[in-house]
């Protein structure tokens, strides 16, 4: 049975942005979203193009469906080319990277110190420590008015992110 003019449609638009990923600054999801695709379709549509024989690729350029063309090539696939297709679906640009890079480094220093909060001994603890040390106190004075301006504005940030996100999944569900 052939595939609808939509379907083949879907299909020209998956071997596009397969082959933008190919070049080297799209991601598999970046392209996705710019072709109006799914992730899973782009994924195959790379298979084709990187695996595939000729015939294959004429075949998918002509309508045929990705599922079962990258099926039947995933078949003949030996063990290392199965485990370069696990670690690769689609180059990471460098802004994609630098971004991940700082929102690692961000939560590296982030989560410790979030946690370390909820261990410290009571606040009357805590001045009775800091008033016993005048570096200690020095360094409270220094920086606890930036820091609980910060965390207020984290917890108004935060709390406003919960009630947008509870307002949209309420608004999705009616």
Do not use: C
Request: no cysteine; aromatic share 6%; proline share 3%.
């Amino acid at each position: 049975m052939g595939q609808s003019k939509s379907q083949k449609m879907a299909i020209l638009r998956a071997i596009t942005a397969a082959e933008l990923t190919f070049k080297g600054n799209t991601t598999v999801d970046e392209a996705a979203k710019e072709f109006n695709i799914s992730r899973g379709s782009v994924r195959d549509a790379r298979l084709i193009l990187n695996y595939g024989s000729s015939a294959d690729i004429d075949a998918a350029k002509a309508g045929s469906g990705l599922v079962p063309l990258s099926k039947k090539i995933r078949k003949n696939l030996t063990p290392s080319q199965i485990e370069e297709l696990k670690r690769r679906s689609g180059t990471i640009t460098d802004k994609r990277r630098e971004n991940i890079q700082t929102n690692a480094a961000i939560w590296s220093k982030f989560r410790p110190m979030l946690s370390g909060l909820t261990q410290l001994p009571s606040p009357e603890d805590m001045v009775k420590l800091v008033a016993s040390n005048s570096s200690r106190e020095a360094t409270v004075n220094n920086h606890l008015n930036a820091a609980t301006k910060w965390l207020e504005e984290f917890n108004n940030a935060w709390t406003e992110f919960h009630r947008n996100k509870y307002d949209n999944n309420r608004n999705t569900n009616s």
